[in-house]
């Protein structure tokens, strides 16, 4: 299906891209671009939107960049963590900010995409009420197990559960995000269907409930599952990506295992549409220098991740395309569980 092979076209160029991220934005001199504007004004703070819990990987990202952003714009920078609905409490928040740059926020895809498509969402915002300024990685969706569990290949768990339907739980970071795609996916492919449990604050509840045993399954991104891995807390047993992930390097690809699917979470930056030129072009170049400053990219490769960077417009372009693709497999997400 075409989200399938966008999905594993940005998969692909992330890989390519390596660790350096890409081109440079030609909007982008410099954070001290743009003459002759005021903007941040001496004192005044902005606001960095996180539409999830704090420990997450959305959380962490932002707090990494923050002091890189601080440095730019001269000016303090607060990360707000506005967890719930499965983004859309702090994408509703951020989006009814004034556009003046002192409101911005972390934003990740699918779940920014598709809420504001369903109308049982009751979204008040769609996806042309945000001002894409960045986009940093994208995160490949895995499955994990409990390290006690019988299954020791994706295989044979997906084999249980398509002889035993909805015979085990499975989590995801709230309705209609990239997990619960990533299950409806597999069911779609493979007729292995798990029963999805929502945790609509992010990873951090999906995970700390996995941890308690309060789910059998963990459908997370890599950098959730890094460390759980290293620790023996999650056996891990497949990666929805075109290769595998270089801080899981003997975890088999779901191609390898013989399933032909990629999936991930794409995640970057925006402000409410309607931002002034000016304004735009410095919080963009602020954002540009913090996702590709070396300590951040080394930071991110710790967790597992890739640089991938996209200037605003291209940002913007990538959301327009996975619109058209999620509009066709949104019925898929729609069924009640």
């Given amino acids: 299906m075409k989200t ?3 999905l594993a076209a940005a998969l692909a160029a992330a890989s390519l891209i390596g660790l350096t991220g890409c081109g440079a934005n030609p909007g982008a001199t410099g954070a001290a671009g743009a003459a002759g504007s005021d903007f941040p004004k001496k004192g005044k703070s902005i606001d960095l939107i996180v539409a999830f819990g704090s420990g997450g990987a959305v959380d962490t990202a932002a707090r990494l960049i923050q002091p890189v952003l601080e440095k730019e714009l001269g000016t303090n920078v607060e990360v ?3 967890p719930g609905a499965g983004g859309q409490i702090g994408y509703t928040q951020l989006t009814s900010a004034k556009p003046d740059g002192y409101t911005i926020g972390a934003t990740g895809s699918p ?5 504001p498509l369903d109308p049982s969402r009751g979204a008040k915002y769609t996806r042309e009420s945000f001002q894409p300024l960045g986009r940093q990685v994208i995160d490949p969706t895995v499955i994990a197990v409990q390290p006690d569990s019988p299954y020791q290949t994706l295989k044979e768990l997906l084999d ?11 989590s995801t970071t709230g309705l209609q995000t ?5 299950l409806a996916q597999i069911q779609e492919e493979t007729g292995s269907e798990f029963a999805p449990v929502h945790f609509s604050e992010g990873a951090s509840q999906a995970t700390t409930a996995f941890l308690g045993k309060h789910v059998e399954v963990l459908v997370a991104n890599v950098s959730d599952v890094n ?15 075109g290769e595998r992930a ?5 975890v088999p690809t779901f191609k390898e295992s013989g399933y032909d699917m990629t999936a ?10 309607g931002l002034p030129d000016d304004v735009a072009k410095k919080l963009e170049a602020a954002i540009q220098k913090a996702i590709e400053d070396p300590a951040v990219v080394k930071k991110m490769q710790d967790l597992g991740l890739q640089t991938s960077y996209l200037n605003g417009a291209d940002y913007q372009a990538f959301w327009a395309g996975q619109e058209g693709d999620f509009k066709k497999v949104l019925p898929l997400v729609q069924k009640k569980d």
């Fill in 4 to 6: 399938r092979m966008r």
């Fill in 80 to 82: 707000i963590n506005k």
């Fill in 160 to 170: 249980a559960a398509k002889a035993n339907p909805k015979s085990m739980t499975a």
């Fill in 246 to 250: 270089p801080s899981l390097p003997d």
């Fill in 178 to 182: 990239g997990e619960h795609f990533a």
């Fill in 227 to 241: 460390d759980l891995s290293k620790q023996g807390k999650a056996r891990v047993l497949g990666v929805m990506s």
């Fill in 264 to 273: 991930g979470t794409a995640r970057g930056y925006s402000a409410p549409a």
């Fill in 111 to 115: 779940s920014v995409v598709v809420s």
